[in-house]
């Protein structure tokens, strides 16, 4: 089975520039989340999607911050204009339950992110 | 509302025992513990639900006392292999599947 994928992996961008991240869950998982890590925290929830509507994104700076799942299968996060203080690992994670069960959260490799 | 994870850091040999805790503020749903290495994607440990459940896997194992929002994850016999920051994710009530991870456990085992 294929684990949760992301691109880029790294991206160095100057503040004020707008950067895009993507995400593809594990086949048939019906909830996302995007989180943000910053180094020496733990991951900090941005978005949460079941299908393509959102469940939670009360820590979503949305000011700068967007998010989207379309089709409810890929996502797109995006941060416009970015600020110092973004830069972090953000996480994609994918579970399988579409609702009224506890599973566990599969994490994808991480994106990279440095504002400069 | 963010769950404190205790202690911060532990340095072990191989075969030794470590205990680390996570604590809440509020009612709990669910406890998650994950696995980190340095630059690798969370890992996948286990969950436990209220009921005051224990669950087991090889040699790391955890409790959950949800009286006390509390929960321990027992690792037994070290492995330099167990060596990672462990992160709780506590679920508060309504099953919405949100996450708020602890400040994570930083656990080094040396041979």
């Known amino acids: 089975e294929a684990g949760v994928a992301q691109s880029p992996r790294y991206k160095i961008i100057e503040k004020r520039q707008s950067v895009a991240f993507w995400c593809n869950p594990i086949?048939?998982?019906?909830?996302l989340y995007w989180y943000q890590q910053i180094l020496g925290q733990g991951p900090k929830l941005l978005i949460q999607?079941?299908?393509?509507?959102?469940?939670?994104d009360s820590q979503l700076p949305k000011d700068r911050f967007s998010a989207e799942r379309l089709k409810g299968v890929d996502s797109t996060l995006k941060i416009q204009p970015a600020k110092l203080e973004d830069s972090a690992v953000y996480l994609c994670?994918?579970?399988?339950?579409?609702?009224?069960?506890?599973?566990?959260?599969?994490f994808g490799p991480g994106t990279r992110l440095t504002v400069l | 509302q963010q769950p404190v994870q205790s202690p911060q850091a532990v340095i072990l040999r191989e075969g030794e025992d470590a205990v680390i805790n996570c604590s809440s503020s509020?009612?709990?749903?669910?406890v998650h513990w994950y696995r980190q290495k340095h630059g690798e994607a969370p890992i996948f440990l286990m969950i436990?639900?209220?009921?005051?459940e224990q669950k087991g896997h090889d040699k790391i194992s955890a409790s959950f006392n949800e009286k006390k929002q509390q929960s321990s994850l027992y690792l037994t016999a070290s492995q330099l292999s167990y060596s990672g920051t462990y992160f709780c994710?506590?679920?508060?009530?309504?099953?919405?599947?949100?996450?708020?991870f602890g400040q994570g456990t930083t656990l080094q085992v040396k041979p």
């Open positions: 994670a994918s579970s399988l339950p579409a609702s009224g069960r506890v599973n566990e959260q599969f």
């Open positions: 086949s048939g998982h019906a909830t």
């Open positions: 999607f079941q299908n393509n509507g959102v469940v939670d």
């Open positions: 509020k009612a709990l749903y669910s």
């Open positions: 436990l639900l209220k009921g005051g």
């Open positions: 994710g506590t679920e508060g009530a309504g099953n919405t599947g949100k996450l708020i």
